[in-house]
Antibody
Framework: DVQLVESGGGLIQPGGSLRLSCTAS????????MNWVRQAPGKGLEWVSV??????HYADSVKGRFTISRDNSKNTLYLQMNSLRAEDTAVYYC????????????WGQGTLVTVSS | DIVMTQSPLSLPVTPGEPASISCRSS???????????LDWYLQKPGQSPQVVIY???NRASGVPDRFSGSGSGTDFTLKISRVEAEDVGVYYC?????????FGGGTKVEIK
């Protein structure tokens, strides 16, 4: 079965950095559109970023602070988050879209990031 | 950015009765290839979201046929022909025409 397992969340002070990981099984992160989607506590869904080959895009709210990447040898997707703000507090999900046009057919269980002093 | 607006915010439903959710986009989601770049997701309580409908009207794998998606351009509708208890949760529409991808605010479906 396809699995996406996120890790790396936790409590971090404003201005700090954190790196999230999403390890995939039964699918390859290298030949799928891999995304990060977040959900603030009690709020709706917000798309964050996508990576596929040289195709990389970010939401305006994280541009310049977050970096998406992948390690094909580890079949793992990453989200490096710098200059964290209180408004970045959310559950972060990784999600797979097989091709364009996108729809996310596989999601991880999410990892909670809390930005607070 | 394309703004997605859903209504209603909350939808109490009676099991066995139909339900309908509306989603409007700030610009047309109709691609020149004839497809509408609009997906619907359901997030059940305590779970990750799951796709229900993609490209406006295509049911995702394993989705019961009581779910249907319709609409074109800027106005879309998700219909449940006969609501079952397992359908409760928050439904989101999402446009995939252009980045940044954007979601609607969500519609909470609950049993009366």
């Amino acid at each position: 079965d396809v699995q996406l397992v996120e890790s790396g969340g936790g409590l971090i002070q404003p201005g700090g950095s954190l790196r999230l990981s999403c390890t995939a099984s039964e699918i390859s992160v290298s030949n799928n559109y891999m995304n990060w989607v977040r959900q603030a506590p009690g709020k709706g869904l917000e798309w964050v970023s996508v990576i596929y080959s040289g195709y990389i895009h970010y939401a305006d709210s994280v541009k310049g602070r977050f970096t998406i990447s992948r390690d094909n040898s580890k079949n793992t997707l990453y989200l490096q988050m710098n200059s964290l703000r209180a408004e970045d507090t959310a559950v972060y999900y990784c999600a797979r879209a097989k091709n364009y046009p996108f729809y996310f057919d596989y999601w991880g269980q999410g990892t909670l990031v809390t930005v607070s002093s | 950015d394309i703004v997605m607006t859903q209504s209603p915010l909350s939808l109490p439903v009676t099991p066995g009765e139909p339900a309908s959710i509306s989603c409007r986009s700030s610009q047309s989601l109709l691609h020149r290839n004839g497809n509408n770049y609009l997906d619907w997701y359901l997030q059940k309580p305590g779970q990750s979201p799951q796709v229900v409908i993609y490209l406006g009207s295509n049911r995702a794998s394993g989705v019961p046929d009581r779910f249907s998606g319709s609409g074109s351009g800027t106005d879309f509708t998700l219909k449940i022909s006969r609501v079952e208890a397992e359908d409760v949760g928050v439904y989101y529409c999402m446009q995939t025409l252009e980045v940044p991808l954007t979601f609607g605010g969500g519609t909470k479906v609950e049993i009366k």
